[in-house]
């Protein structure tokens, strides 16, 4: 685990548009951290930058004690979750869980006890030789969490997890990442436009709007009427 700093950061994209700018939040040693506000203000821009999936034009992102602007995305020790799964169709589920750890010369045993924590945490066990289309969409988006618990990253970052899927499941995986996040403590950032999934699941809340904060606090602080 690891905490995540995020000094002065911002972002304009080639043309001169501003997406990001001025922002600083202090992310502890496992705190999960909830980024909302409307469609265009930010919130992927600033994930992204966190990742390493998009360059960072001013301030600095650092995740422990490490500047990692110039770091790539693999050496950051982080691992993020998408919204369209990104699982690679032609590898069954274990493949899938197991092919990033591999890349990286992890031990076979080593890997194979890091997939069964994996698939007990998110029940994934009976689809483990299974590809990816034999699934449903709940069960493609436990795999890709699976697929980054097995990688023991120091923060999670997820990029609205949760929009492709209908709202009862919806209702049902926010309550299993709920879960996942009181036994891991992982320093995680999520981002999401429902506020259910806000309230539900922030240590603290981040509204973005126009690319800066507006408002930072605890989800009761935030969404209490003035
Ligand atoms: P959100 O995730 O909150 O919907 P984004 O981070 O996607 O917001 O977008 C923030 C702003 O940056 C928007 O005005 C968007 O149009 C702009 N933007 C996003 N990606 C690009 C890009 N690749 N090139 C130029 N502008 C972009
Ligand atoms: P893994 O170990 O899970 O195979 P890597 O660390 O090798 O992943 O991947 C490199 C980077 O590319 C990671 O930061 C990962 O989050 C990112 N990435 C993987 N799939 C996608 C995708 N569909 N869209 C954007 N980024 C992705």
């Keep these: 685990m690891a905490s995540i ?10 043309g001169g548009a501003r997406a990001v700018g001025g ?8 705190e ?8 265009g203000c930010g919130k992927s821009t600033l994930l992204r930058m966190v ?15 490490r500047v990692v602007n110039d770091v790539e995305p693999a050496d950051r020790d982080i691992a993020m979750v998408f ?5 690679y169709p032609h590898m069954s589920v274990r493949q899938n869980l197991a092919y990033g750890l591999k890349n990286r010369g992890t031990p076979k045993a080593e890997i194979e006890r890091r997939v069964g924590i994996a698939s007990d945490i ?7 030789d299974r590809k990816p289309r034999a699934l449903s969409g709940g069960q493609r988006q436990r795999v890709a969490m699976g697929r980054a618990i097995v990688r023991e990253p120091a923060a999670f970052l997820f990029d609205e997890p949760l929009s492709n899927l209908d709202a009862k499941l919806r209702v049902a995986m926010r309550l299993e990442i709920k879960e996942l996040q009181k036994r891991l403590r992982t320093t995680s950032i999520y981002v999401t436009h429902d506020q259910l999934e806000a309230m539900t699941l922030a240590d603290r809340l981040v509204v973005l709007n126009g690319g800066r904060i507006e408002q930072i606090g ?3 602080e935030v969404y209490r009427r003035p």
């Design 5 to 14: 700093t995020l000094n002065n950061l911002g972002k304009v994209y080639a």
């Design 122 to 128: 998110l029940q994934i066990g009976p689809f483990l």
């Design 51 to 65: 990742a390493g999936l998009e360059s960072i034009s001013e301030g600095e992102v650092r995740i422990g004690d």
């Design 83 to 87: 919204q369209n799964y990104a699982l």
């Design 32 to 39: 999960f951290l909830v980024l909302v506000g409307p469609s």
């Design 218 to 220: 605890t989800p009761l």
């Design 23 to 30: 922002v600083n939040i202090d992310i502890a040693d496992g």
